[in-house]
Nanobody, 116 residues
């Protein structure tokens, strides 16, 4: 069964850091388009980062560029999102995804709250 499970969310103060994990099962992340989206209440879902299967290049939304880093460990079949310099506007539910054939698979999400 294809499954993605996020973890690592929580409450953090502005300027703090969090590392989100996404563990995959039922398939391997290698040679897949993978990444992270986030969605805040009343806002559209926003793609924050991804790794292309074509060249393994990473890309980032302008809103997180320079603060977030995406990485993948094929041996552990896990993708991470390292977040630093967190801002209140980063508050959202973060979802990881993976593209398999023509279908994108999503996790259940993990809540990140940035507040004093």
């Amino acid at each position: 069964q294809v499954q993605l499970v996020e973890s690592g969310g929580g409450l953090v103060q502005p300027g703090g850091s969090l590392r989100l994990s996404c563990a995959a099962s039922g398939f391997t992340l290698d040679s897949k388009d993978i990444g992270w989206f986030r969605q805040a209440p009343g806002k559209e879902r926003e793609q924050v980062s991804c790794i292309s299967r074509r060249d393994n290049s990473a890309s980032y939304a302008d809103s997180v560029k320079g603060r977030f880093t995406i990485s993948r460990d094929n041996a552990k079949n896990t993708v991470w999102l390292q977040m630093t310099g967190l801002k209140p506007e980063d508050t959202a539910v973060y979802y990881c995804y993976a593209g398999i054939s023509s279908t994108n698979y999503w996790g259940q999400g993990t809540q990140v709250t940035v507040a004093s």
